[in-house]
């Protein structure tokens, strides 16, 4: 009997803790509720948010694969337009050149071979070269051309990546502040003296 009035008083002083613990704990609920909100609806995240949508890495990848330089114009990097259209052209003059002279000495080649088929020095007579030399000159032609359409390939998966790349770094928010600088510098050393220089200061 002892025992068992001792355990009813426990339940006694031990019940109305419980019961104001319980009312103690949803007056906490809303504290914690308007934390994550106020976070979650803060401005610097929807200004983030909302500058980050204007630029979409996937379809400045597209308009980049459709024509070379769209991608650029999509992220507004204009000043890359002649980097790209430059390389094109350069690339396409190159190919062109070794493509025509690949079928200039060709054709020379074919010659030598339907006039004397088993005589390596037979000489054209426009250009006067052997058929061995012409051999040599077609194969050269053509790796050089080979190896221009293959540069000319890489420049097209080039400016695609760059603009993707650079459509992800717009996500990024840049400090304002952050300045570059080249300047001269004069430093006194114990063991070499005075030395002077040139220093990149980085300001941020």
Same mark, same amino acid.
């Given at each position: 009997m002892?025992?068992?009035?001792?355990?009813?008083?426990?339940?006694?002083? *031990?019940? %109305?803790? +419980? *019961?104001?613990?319980?009312?103690? +704990? @949803?007056?906490?609920?809303?504290? /914690?509720?308007?934390?994550?909100?106020?976070?979650?609806?803060?401005?610097? &995240?929807?200004?983030?948010?909302?500058?980050?949508?204007?630029?979409?890495p996937?379809?400045a990848?597209?308009?980049?694969?459709?024509?070379?330089? *769209?991608?650029?114009?999509?992220?507004?990097?204009?000043?890359?337009? @002649?980097?790209?259209?430059?390389? !094109?052209?350069?690339?396409? #003059?190159a190919?062109?050149? #070794?493509?025509?002279?690949y079928?200039?000495?060709k054709? $020379?080649? !074919?010659?030598?071979?339907?006039?004397? %088929?088993?005589?390596?020095? !037979?000489?054209? @007579?426009? =250009?006067?070269?052997?058929?061995?030399?012409?051999?040599?000159?077609? &194969? =050269?032609?053509?790796?050089q051309?080979?190896f221009?359409?293959?540069? /000319?390939?890489?420049?097209?998966?080039?400016?695609?990546?760059? +603009?993707?790349?650079?459509?992800?770094?717009?996500?990024?928010d840049?400090? %304002?502040?952050? $300045?570059?600088?080249?300047?001269?510098?004069?430093? $006194?050393?114990?063991?070499?003296?005075?030395?002077?220089?040139? +220093?990149?200061?980085?300001? !941020?």
């Amino acid at each position: 009997m002892k025992k068992l009035s001792l355990c009813c008083l426990l339940l006694l002083f *031990l019940l %109305p803790a +419980a *019961l104001q613990a319980q009312e103690v +704990a @949803p007056s906490a609920a809303p504290n /914690t509720a308007d934390d994550s909100v106020y976070i979650e609806s803060g401005q610097d &995240t929807v200004l983030i948010k909302s500058y980050a949508t204007r630029y979409d890495p996937r379809k400045a990848l597209l308009y980049a694969a459709v024509l070379p330089g *769209l991608g650029q114009i999509y992220n507004k990097k204009y000043w890359k337009l @002649p980097l790209v259209y430059g390389g !094109f052209g350069a690339l396409g #003059y190159a190919v062109g050149f #070794y493509q025509k002279g690949y079928k200039k000495y060709k054709s $020379q080649l !074919f010659d030598n071979i339907n006039e004397a %088929p088993n005589n390596e020095n !037979f000489l054209h @007579p426009v =250009s006067e070269l052997s058929t061995g030399q012409l051999r040599t000159i077609v &194969t =050269s032609y053509r790796r050089q051309r080979d190896f221009w359409l293959i540069m /000319t390939g890489a420049m097209y998966l080039l400016q695609i990546v760059d +603009a993707h790349v650079d459509a992800h770094l717009k996500e990024f928010d840049v400090n %304002p502040n952050l $300045q570059v600088s080249l300047e001269p510098l004069i430093e $006194q050393d114990v063991v070499l003296g005075r030395q002077s220089g040139v +220093a990149l200061i980085i300001k !941020f």
